[in-house]
């Protein structure tokens, strides 16, 4: 069946950078887009950016550039966020989902992986 | 960027009863790049509308989407126990998303 499987928690000390793997079996790995999403706790969703893992190419949410990277293996077909220079408030369940996006439709992120936490503390 | 404002923050009903969740965006969009979420504690998102209006695969049918411009709706016809969770919109365009702060939706 469809579905993302992410790599486990993380404890983080603040500064430091985490990789989270998004692991993507039963469908086209190349064919979806792959975002990340994340939700600090009691709060809301915030997207993060979104890689295509077709080309490789990445669009991230403006609060975001210059500290996220999103890559791709597509032997493995798994997905990659690295977080650098975190903070306290960058404690937060991520997830990736996948998406079908163009030009005149979005038919929303139908896969959701069951997260990963982060926890940045001292 | 387009701003999602969704409001009530909470609605309290009772199973049985309708449900309705609003989301304005800060600027016109195109109902096709809007979308409903349902998150219960500790899961992760579900889709529910895509395209404004149109369900996801499995959705029920007591789940809708309306709206067009700068208004769109959430409407549950006749709530269900399981229906109680929080709520989300969100945006696409021009290759990004955001999301609406969420509406929680309570048992009164």
């Known amino acids: 069946q469809v579905q993302l499987v992410q790599s486990g928690a993380e404890v983080k000390k603040p500064g430091a950078s985490v990789k989270v793997s998004c692991k993507a079996s039963g469908y086209n790995f190349a064919g979806y887009y792959m975002h990340w999403v994340r939700q600090a706790p009691g709060q809301g969703l915030e997207w993060m950016g979104r890689l295509n893992p077709n080309s490789g190419g990445a669009t991230y949410a403006q609060k975001f550039q210059g500290r996220v990277t999103m890559t791709r293996d597509t032997s493995v077909t798994t997905a990659y966020m690295e977080l650098s220079g975190m903070r306290s408030d960058d404690t937060a369940v991520y997830y990736c989902?996948?998406?079908?996006?163009?030009?005149?439709?979005?038919?929303?992120?139908?896969?959701w992986g069951q997260g990963t936490t982060v926890t940045v503390s001292s | 960027e387009t701003v999602l404002t969704q409001f009530p923050g909470t609605l309290s009903l009772s199973p049985g009863e309708r449900a309705t969740l609003s989301c304005r965006a800060s600027q016109s969009v195109s109902s096709s790049y809007l979308t409903w979420y349902q998150q219960k504690p500790g899961q992760a998102p579900r889709l529910l509308i895509y395209?404004?209006?149109s369900r996801a695969t499995g959705i029920p049918d007591r789940f809708s989407g309306s709206g067009s411009g700068t208004d769109f709706t959430l409407t549950v016809s006749r709530l269900e126990p399981e229906d109680f969770a929080v709520y989300y919109c969100q945006h696409y365009g021009s290759s990004l998303m955001t999301f609406g702060q969420g509406t929680r939706l309570e048992i009164k």
């Open positions: 989902a996948r998406g079908t996006e163009g030009i005149g439709y979005d038919y929303g992120l139908d896969v």
């Open positions: 395209g404004a209006s």
